[in-house]
């Protein structure tokens, strides 16, 4: 919920000239976290008066920081995407940092993308205290604490237009890996935002101890039963009867910190042995106190990290839709196809599940176990896309690593390659692509002996490639190619029963808690145009906001969905796929003109990627004049 903000601490202005200008202290006038990074930031001598010189790296340097932190990634997409579908409808953006405070990831409102990317607050850019002083991400990373940081107590005066809160992610063994932070406009309260990036965080860092712990014992207890297999539920690790990790939750029920982690003893914390939470599931704390919960076997936590390490698409996906009977099938039948080496193509609208379908695809498949690999050929920059997937030798061009790369494709040599959006792949790269299809055999840019190839291949995408073919954006030899068996994902307005899937979802989602029927219909009813990504956003925001064991109502529901337009409505007629691409195409080139030919701002208005604006007008023959 979005409100006018109040102002917190009415002197703000007043501390700031006392701060800034006459080198005063204005103690209780500003948060005392404020207070501490505003002269962590000076000595750092960072300049307040100045915009702080960020500058975004380049797209290979923000591929290599994203490759590097792809754990990360995996753990926090439910929750930015989560997020990132709230922000839409609130105006904030969900931002996923590193441990440094280079931002991996920024997703949410189009309108304040553009706005924040005024003060670089963008993918690619680092926003730790150093760089920028006082902010959410920096000061959550300096602190080692969840924080909020409004308007004028950013450090820089350019910064204020932000409402920013932000709390650190920490890995089973109490490291920083990286910060969650939500931000808006500092004319807007984000009341919940707080506490959505902690209850955020609390998932991501759970999520965590699902592949195992190496040779530990891992407790998961609370003194309440019906926490227990949530994100509340305390986890902590043995090994060799010494505490080496723990969750928030694991370390609140001893009061202990994670420093604490590596020193800390079992006996010291527990009264019973561990064999009575195995044999009875409970045991008793050193002050008398019972603990509920089960304990994950060593031999297990090896098992689950043998698995974790083949692929992450062998771990359970938190937003998977349960597959009905029907989809069941149709998954059966695709996999005999893929394993008889045949291609399979999903079609879909965006949020129908393709991504989902490929895993589990890949899980069922002989592949199995073997490498899952996914491009989305709209995400890759334009300019690089042809050596990120085919690979480049050393000194292939300017830029390139100097050991070279092997490529995407090669990468998925004995698994599965899985194209996502293949509809945009750039047309002047669809031959050579279609000849790595037929041939199994690549050639790295910059020479090099040809490589054979041998994976499964699953293409994805939203579009009509028939239409596609006509317009001459797709070559239709490569359809043949990839279209031996295609895959239709109904989106969910089609569903069967939309009643008993949203019932199902809700029972892995809502964690005891429960909705109420006329809160069912609404959900039931709703058309979900996003289709099953957007639903399952709706019910993990419903679940944040409410209390374990509550009763879940309309009036808890956003607004989107209480609106008296859910009553019968007309739906508008859906458009072809050729004029939709027609007015894609007249919006881009009006942003372009209001932006003065400026494609980065162009591309920040409409929400896109430049290389996309590129790539698009690029293809339409009006734009080259």
């Known amino acids: 919920m979005a409100r006018t903000i109040p102002t917190p601490f009415p002197d703000l202005a007043q501390a700031r000239r006392s701060f800034f200008e006459q080198g005063g202290a204005p103690v209780g006038q500003v948060p005392n976290a404020i207070l501490q990074s505003w002269r962590r ?17 380049g797209d290979l340097r923000l591929r290599e920081l994203r490759e590097r932190h792809e754990r990360l990634w995996q753990r926090a997409r439910a929750e930015v995407e989560m997020l990132a579908s709230d922000g839409a409808t609130t105006g904030s953006i969900a931002i996923l940092t590193d441990a440094e405070g280079w931002i991996l990831d920024a997703e949410g409102s189009t309108g304040f993308l553009d706005k924040a990317g005024r003060v670089a607050l963008m993918p690619g850019a680092c926003w730790n205290e150093a760089r920028v002083g006082t902010n959410a991400i920096g000061t959550a990373i300096a602190d080692g ?12 005066a350019a910064n204020r237009i932000l409402n920013c809160a932000a709390a650190p992610i920490f890995d089973p063994y109490g490291q920083l890996v990286g910060v969650l932070d939500i931000s808006g406009d500092a004319s807007i309260a984000q009341v919940h935002a707080l506490g959505l990036a902690r209850l955020a965080v609390a998932n991501i860092e759970h999520r965590y101890f ?13 003194r309440d039963r019906a926490l227990l297999g949530s994100a509340r539920e305390g986890l902590l690790a043995f090994r060799g009867g010494r505490l080496v990790a723990a969750n928030r939750a694991g370390l609140a029920l001893f009061g202990l910190e994670r420093g604490e982690l590596g020193r ?11 064999t ?4 009875d599931g409970v045991l008793l704390d050193r002050s008398g106190r019972a603990l509920f919960g089960h304990v994950d076997e060593p031999t297990r936590a090896r098992r689950a990290r043998a698995q974790s390490a083949i692929t992450v698409s062998n771990a359970s996906d938190p937003d998977a839709p349960i597959f009905d009977a029907a989809q069941s099938a149709e998954l059966q039948r695709a996999t005999r196809v893929l394993d008889a080496g045949i291609a399979v193509l999903l079609q879909g609208e965006t949020g129908s599940g393709k991504d989902v379908f490929a895993r589990e695809l890949h899980r069922r498949s002989a ?3 073997k490498p899952f690999v996914a491009v989305n050929c709209a995400a890759l920059p334009e300019g690089l896309i042809e050596a990120e997937l085919f690979g480049y030798e050393s000194g292939a061009f300017t830029g390139a690593r100097k050991q070279g790369s092997p490529g995407l494709l090669r990468q998925a040599d004995g698994g599965v390659l899985f194209l996502d959006e293949i509809g945009d792949m750039p047309l002047a790269l669809q031959p050579r692509l279609l000849r790595v299809l037929q041939e199994r055999e690549l050639s790295p840019l910059g020479g090099g002996k040809p490589v054979k190839l041998d994976f499964a291949l699953v293409c994805a995408t939203h579009r009509s490639l028939g239409d596609a073919i006509g317009d001459g954006r797709f070559r239709a030899d490569l359809y043949y190619r990839i279209s031996d068996h295609v895959v239709r994902l109904a989106p969910l307005r089609e569903h069967a029963d939309a009643r008993a899937l949203v019932q199902a979802l809700w029972a892995r989602i809502g964690a005891g808690r ?14 979900w145009p996003g289709n099953t990504r957007q639903l399952v956003a709706c019910l993990r925001t419903l679940a944040a906001l409410s209390d374990p064991g509550c009763d879940v109502g309309t009036e808890a529901l956003p607004a989107y969905l209480r609106q008296p337009s859910q009553e019968a409505k007309p739906t508008a007629p859906r458009l072809p796929e050729a004029e939709l691409g027609e007015l894609e195409l007249a919006a881009m080139r009006t942003a372009l ?15 896109i990627s430049r290389s996309t604006l590129y790539r698009r007008l690029g293809s339409d023959p009006r734009a080259r004049h």
Request: charged share 30%; with cysteine; proline share 4%.
């Open 41 to 57: 930031s000076r000595s750092l001598g960072v300049a307040a008066d100045r915009r702080p010189s960020i500058e975004p790296v």
């Open 145 to 156: 604490r969840a924080v909020e940081v409004r308007g004028g107590e950013h450090y820089a």
């Open 210 to 222: 699902d592949e195992g712990l190496p040779d530990c014992d891992l407790l998961r207890v609370h």
């Open 264 to 274: 800390a003893s079992y006996e010291s914390l527990f009264a019973d042995a561990m």
């Open 276 to 279: 009575r939470l195995r044999d």
């Open 367 to 369: 592949r199995a176990g």
């Open 514 to 527: 429960r909705l109420s029927p006329a809160a069912l219909d609404v959900l039931s009813g709703y058309d």
């Open 593 to 607: 003109e209001a932006s003065n030919g400026n494609v980065a701002r162009a591309a920040r208005r409409l929400g």
